[in-house]
């Protein structure tokens, strides 16, 4: 097994471009995509696969490796992007997103490289990433696990029920990414169920908690290679983002949630993504 390389030619931050760059791309064809969302998490997806997860596109199968699942499934477009870009696909099949036969559907699903287990039906990632810690446990590996989480879906009472049964079997091989960006379809998460203050409320569950800044992808990357905050203890990171960060048109709007860019609006993302990375 290959740790993610050490980016040479590239940094943390480009690779996060390009995601959001393909991203676009997707979100401009016929079927349209979960762009807010995608955008939001492109940072921590960069910084999972390209410094912190322990996986080799050539054996996305192998027995050791870091598992991740994308609990948030809508935000599937941004997967496929990332795992492009590692290497578990050739680029050119993001051109297939969501056509008739592709295997890159609105959600993940097995039959893509690099996908553990299709997700989607919101609430459920966090008990399978607490299945793949224990399996790994038993079979004396040293893997870790990693979930994405959307804040809205923090609403589900599934959620907790992992929560509590991670904490309670000691799982600190897994690590949980809370995408806080304060927007779920139907308007802010706090106006229709709050949930602040929410890293007391993961404390209170027995979780090791850190709250950062979540575009940042290479402090993303040092928190999440530091391992177990707590040995004995679950880890969550609670990353506070923008919806849709890095097009101004769309960006901390509800209305970013899932969108099929028209022609002009395809332009006008295209033209935002070349700007913001002139200016980096």
């Not at 016929?30 to 998490?41: D, I, R, T, Y």
């Not at 299945?131 to 590996?141: P, V, W």
């Not at 409320?201 to 993303?220: I, M, Q, T, Y």
Request: with cysteine.
């Amino acid at each position: 097994m290959t740790v993610a390389p050490v980016l040479e030619r590239d940094t943390l931050v480009t690779v996060a471009a390009r995601i959001r760059a393909h991203v676009v791309e997707m979100c401009a064809g016929p079927e349209g995509g979960h762009l807010g969302g995608a955008f939001s998490s492109a940072d921590i997806l960069a910084a999972l696969y390209f410094s912190v997860l322990n996986v080799d596109p050539e054996r996305p199968d192998a027995p050791y490796r870091d598992r991740f699942v994308l609990s948030k499934g809508h935000a599937a477009v941004g997967l496929y992007a990332t795992l492009a870009e590692r290497g578990f696909f050739p680029a050119e099949e993001l051109a297939t997103y969501g056509r008739p036969g592709s295997r890159l559907m609105g959600h993940p699903v097995r039959a893509v490289p690099g996908v553990e287990l299709p997700t989607g039906s919101l609430g459920h990632g966090l008990a399978l990433g607490c299945g793949f810690a224990l399996a790994n446990r038993y079979a004396g590996r040293d893997a870790r696990t990693f979930v994405l989480l959307g804040d809205g879906e923090l609403q589900e009472g599934s959620v907790w029920e992992a929560a509590i049964a991670a904490a309670s079997l000691r799982l600190d091989r897994l690590t949980v990414i809370v995408d806080r960006n304060g927007l779920q379809l139907t308007g802010a998460t706090d106006g229709i169920a709050p949930m602040e203050p929410l890293a007391d409320r993961w404390r209170s569950f027995g979780w090791a908690v850190r709250d950062v800044a979540g575009h940042d992808p290479n402090e993303l990357a040092e928190h999440l290679n530091s391992g177990p905050r707590e040995p004995g203890r679950p880890s969550v990171l609670i990353a506070r983002t923008v919806k849709g960060h890095g097009l101004p048109f769309l960006e901390g709007r509800s209305a970013s949630h899932y969108v099929t860019l028209s022609p002009r609006n395809h332009a006008r993302a295209v033209r935002a993504l070349r700007t913001t990375e002139a200016a980096g």
